[in-house]
């Protein structure tokens, strides 16, 4: 069936380095994708999105890069921070009549000071 | 500007028992879904509502339901409660639906026993 799926379920960086985290999909009609980070005790909180039509787009701090050709998506994180620590989730939609979204099993984030 | 509120945040229930958890949508969005997040599944489709009519449903028994109002708040039952219902049921709302993004609430952390 559908899914998302994460390469790595923990990943632990140092202050400041940069981080990336991976996501693989399977449903080649995807045409939307969310980040979301989920500290403890929250609800996910949306960090970027992108659509099909584009390959790369940057917010603060981070980067979201699609590769429709091999259905992966990544998210970088530059300067990571102590505050970065958190659980990260890919989701997608493939529009229509989709109305949900479908989750990855999401990644930890740790960030070392 | 009000983020999405779930009421109530935290609830212990005995087996057989049913709950009713309540959902209010950040204000203008009329699409509301609910999320059942364990450790083991993480985050799963439980149902999307637009304007009061269901859109979508996932694959959970007849024992959860919901309903949304013409306000567009939104409320979900669980009906005969089992222990494996013991989960954080997240609430989400958009403008539209998932095509568009989703905003979630901090979640109902539900114990059953």
């Known amino acids: 069936g559908e899914s998302v799926g994460l390469h790595l379920p923990t990943l632990s960086v140092q202050e400041g380095d940069n981080s990336i985290i991976n996501c693989a999909y399977s449903n080649s009609a995807s045409d939307y994708f969310i980040w979301y980070k989920q500290e403890s005790g929250k609800g996910p909180q949306f960090i970027i999105d992108?659509?099909?039509?584009?390959d790369k787009r940057q917010g603060q701090r981070v980067t979201v890069l699609l590769n429709k050709t091999v259905k992966h998506l990544s998210l970088q994180i530059a300067a990571t921070q102590p505050g970065d620590s958190a659980v990260y989730f890919c989701a997608e939609n493939s529009g229509g009549s989709n109305y949900k979204l479908t989750f990855g099993k999401g990644t930890l984030l740790t960030v070392n000071p | 500007k009000a983020g999405v509120t779930q009421t109530p945040r935290y609830l212990i229930k005995t087996r057989g028992q049913q709950v009713t958890l309540s959902c209010s949508p950040i204000?203008?969005?009329?699409?509301v879904s609910w999320y059942q997040q364990t450790p083991g599944q993480g985050l799963q489709f439980l149902f999307e509502?637009?304007?009061?009519?269901?859109?979508n449903k996932g694959n959970f028994p007849g024992r959860f339901s919901g309903r949304q109002f013409s306000n567009s708040r939104s409320e979900m039952n669980v009906s005969t409660l089992e222990l494996g219902d013991s989960a954080l049921y997240l609430c989400?709302?958009?403008?539209?639906?998932?095509?568009?993004?989703?905003?979630f609430g901090s979640g109902t952390r539900l114990t059953v026993v």
């Open positions: 989400a709302s958009s403008l539209e639906g998932a095509h568009y993004g989703y905003t």
């Open positions: 204000s203008g969005h009329r699409s």
């Open positions: 992108i659509r099909s039509n584009m």
């Open positions: 509502y637009f304007s009061e009519t269901q859109r």
